[in-house]
């Protein structure tokens, strides 16, 4: 094996590494020595590969965001655009509130306190990877809201500004139900998807 097929190993098994300790503990726990040696690799790789342990997070969050994506884009499409809409916004739902902590770090959303943590202060802006490279979760959005455009079931608009609309509503939703606003886990939105797919039938 070259030293960059190496290379790109380890870098994978750190990123899976970081992902699952955000997805399971928390951004705000994660030390570099702890996830070096779950995959047994030294710190200095980290460093190497990653730049640190923001760059690290950052690549873990990224990662995040393309899962997000895959998810709600393997939401089976059919004749009806809106209802398959609202089919995609369960999917993200339902992912985003199955991993809280990863979902809050992906967002920024974190304990106030990491503020003070220099290693962690560039994991704060975190949201601004859901606008870089490769498909991601707006990418999904903005697809299934041009298919209600085209379809006549939307007004005509340019479909980015009316998915970033869907994504702010459907955002503020899952943060709410994540600090428990609605009370029983999911009764919100339970309620909220049959009102909806009601109205659209």
Same mark, same amino acid.
Request: aromatic share 8%; proline share 6%.
């Given at each position: 094996m070259t030293r960059s097929a190496v290379?790109?190993?380890l870098r994978a098994r750190l990123v899976a590494a970081a992902l699952r300790w955000v997805e399971e503990r928390g951004v705000e726990t994660v030390r570099a020595r702890e996830v070096c040696a779950e995959v047994g690799a030294s710190t200095q790789a980290l460093y190497t590969?990653?730049?640190g342990l923001p760059g690290l997070i950052e690549?873990?969050?990224?990662?995040g965001f393309g899962r997000l994506a895959e998810h709600v884009d393997a939401v089976p499409e059919s004749d009806d655009p809106v209802a398959d809409h609202l089919a995609k916004g369960w999917a993200y739902t339902d992912w985003a509130?199955?991993?809280?902590a /990863?979902? $809050?770090?992906m967002f920024g959303v974190t304990d106030p306190s990491i503020r003070h943590r220099a290693p962690m202060e560039t994991t704060l802006a975190a949201v601004h990877l859901a606008g870089g490279d490769g498909r991601t979760a707006l990418d999904v959005l903005t697809h299934s809201v041009d298919r209600m455009?085209?379809?006549? $079931? /939307? $007004?005509?608009?340019?479909? /980015?500004?009316?998915?970033?609309?869907f994504l702010s509503a459907t955002?503020?939703?899952? /943060?709410?139900?994540?600090?428990?606003?609605?009370?029983e886990s999911g009764g919100g939105l339970a309620n909220t998807i049959e009102i909806c797919l009601e109205s659209a039938r």
């Open positions: 290379q790109a190993e590969l990653f730049g690549a873990a969050v990224d990662e509130l199955a991993r809280p /990863l979902y $809050r770090a455009i085209r379809a006549g $079931r /939307l $007004r005509r608009a340019e479909p /980015l500004p009316l998915a970033r609309q955002h503020g939703y899952v /943060l709410l139900e994540i600090a428990g606003a609605f009370g």
